[in-house]
């Protein structure tokens, strides 16, 4: 079974500045999608950024970007500019290519941003 | 992007009492449907996945007569806490895969907040 860990549950940063939010994910296959969601406090999840585990490079979205290691299952995200809209729980996920769509996420991170 | 819309938002009911929550995908085909639930600063739980005219596949450790998945047509699917005690009470949430091969993305709802007295 895919697990998903996020290692800091909580993060703070200054406005305009950078963040970096890590996880680690674990699977034995070669195919398959990674994600960041945001969940502001209105609770909807919000798609930030996805990664196909074929493509050696890294998304990038505005100020948003990933670093995906897929030797050592790792994909970290990148806010960059930090606003304060950006504060939210940040959970990494992680979707198998095959079968159902089923989706696997981590435990979260929380992002606070400090004007 | 697609649109998933839940409904009701917010729901407060008596212990004992039924409850159901809909979920649609507003202007997309939804083969697939997730129902996830939330406890408060956690991670969300894959409590089952449901396609349009079939039964619905539950995670493990979820009761199926509790929990009742109906996904009628390629826009709706339902789920039903059935005789909700207040160990019920959670933020659900349902997303909605169009369907598509290679496009990965799930569409989520604005989620449930079900509260039982």
């Known amino acids: 079974a895919q697990t998903v860990t996020q290692s800091q549950p909580e993060m703070s940063v200054q406005e305009a500045e950078t963040v970096t939010l890590s996880c680690t994910y674990d699977?034995?296959?070669?195919?398959?999608?990674l994600f960041w969601y945001k969940q502001p406090p209105s609770r909807q999840m919000i798609l930030v950024i996805r990664?196909?585990?074929?493509?050696?490079q890294n998304a990038t979205e505005n100020r948003f970007s990933v670093n995906f290691q897929k030797a050592a299952k790792s994909f970290s995200l990148k806010i960059s500019d930090s606003q304060l809209g950006d504060a939210a729980m940040y959970f990494c996920a992680y979707r198998s290519e095959r079968g159902y769509q089923k989706v696997t996420f981590g435990t979260g991170t929380k992002l606070q941003v400090i004007p | 992007g697609a649109v998933v819309s839940q409904h009701p938002s917010r729901v407060i009911c008596k212990s004992g009492t039924s409850v159901k929550i809909e979920c649609r995908s507003l202007?997309?085909?939804?083969?697939?449907m997730f129902w996830y639930r939330q406890f408060p600063k956690k991670s969300l739980m894959l409590m089952a996945t449901?396609?349009?005219?079939?039964?619905?596949?539950?995670e493990q450790g979820v009761e199926k007569d509790k929990f009742l998945i109906n996904h009628a047509s390629l826009t709706l699917s339902t789920l039903t806490v059935t005789s909700a005690h207040p160990e019920d009470s959670s933020f659900y949430i349902c997303?909605?895969?169009?369907?598509?091969?290679?496009?990965?993305?799930?569409?989520f709802g604005e989620g449930s907040r079900l509260t039982v007295l």
């Open positions: 990664q196909e585990a074929y493509k050696q």
């Open positions: 202007d997309f085909q939804a083969t697939t």
């Open positions: 997303s909605a895969w169009t369907g598509v091969i290679g496009t990965g993305e799930l569409f």
């Open positions: 449901s396609n349009e005219g079939s039964k619905a596949t539950y």
């Open positions: 699977t034995s296959e070669s195919d398959y999608y």
